[in-house]
């Protein structure tokens, strides 16, 4: 659109009227003239705003939000919501000589009390018990470990190890919570972008039995992260004409069984009639880094360290199935990790220094991290 300022729709009055009159027209501030010719303007500008509106939110190219989720309901199509971090706790206690009982619905958090997560019934645990709706610390048991799920979903809930360490309330008989592994599984939900990029992969997956159709019922599968498909060739690389693999990845190491029986229920959906395929977890290719930095005078060594990991272990987790791994960006997190650190004058991958190319079955996972 020629969008037009305040300004010069003023001066376009201006010099509209000024043509047509036959002596000098008097438009300084605070004429009769010039204001009309304002107010008009003022009208323009509006009227111009509400026409871009429009066009924003009439197209899901350009509206975001709320506007996209109701321009794409139309199709039936619907944004993917987020899920809660899920993970398991250890709950201890001082003195272990009586009954201590875990409800259901006990809350615990982070030391920063940033985020929140609730216990959470499993039936297939032996402390559990349905009468008394939680999990039982009998007599003599020190510790239990059980199961909880974040209040909040999205990403913030994926919590590192260490870092649930306080009880909400009061649980009798029972002094201490921790995590000894990772929260996972938190997922904000779909990015405007996302939901743009899958809209698109669904259109094509219409005409099924084609490569965007294969892709879309993939990423279809909750929890999918990335994945790759290869045709006319099996896993071990031989040539095989009319078969094709997928691999996929959700995250967890390895994926579970039932993640991938998942996929494979939704490829079957949209793979061409007498095509054979496979669907397999990616082949973890485990890199160790080791790192040394120097940090400016005053800042504390022991918090960047642990600014530097977390966002390495974040840059790590973000790399997708076939994705090669970047030296250089990894001293480029390293550095923005923190203003205080001043220079990264060792970094090491994999015991060298340079690039980690994978093929399209490997996944790079971080193994051991040393940051001194």
Known sequence: ???????????DQVI???SRARGLVDVSIGSILRSLAESNAGVVMWLQQLIVKLLVTTRASTCSGEDL?????????YREAATAAVGQVVFGRFTASVQAVITIGTEVKTRDGSQLYSVVPDTGNAAFNNELNGYVMNPGVSTLL??????RAGSPGNALAGMVTVITGAIPFV???????PMTGGNDAESDPDFRARFVRWIASLARGTRAALEYAISTVPGCRSWTLTENQTLEGLHKPGYFF?????????????????VILAIEGYRAFTIVYGVFPPIIHSISVTAAISISDGAVKQAVIALIEAALRQYFAALRIGQSLSYTQLIRVTYAASPEVTNVTLMQV???KADVNVSLIQLIKLGDLRVE
Request: charged share 20%; no cysteine; proline share 5%.
């Open 69 to 77: 989720d109701s321009w794409m309901a139309d199709f039936g199509f």
């Open 146 to 151: 059980v199961p909880v799920r974040a209040i």
């Open 350 to 352: 994999g015991g060298g």
């Open 1 to 11: 659109m020629n969008i037009k300022s305040f300004r010069d729709l003023v001066g």
């Open 175 to 181: 002094d201490t919570v921790n995590n000894t592994s």
């Open 16 to 18: 509209a009227l000024q």
């Open 246 to 262: 997928a691999v996929v990845d959700n995250g967890s190491d390895p994926p579970s069984r039932q993640f991938i029986e998942q």
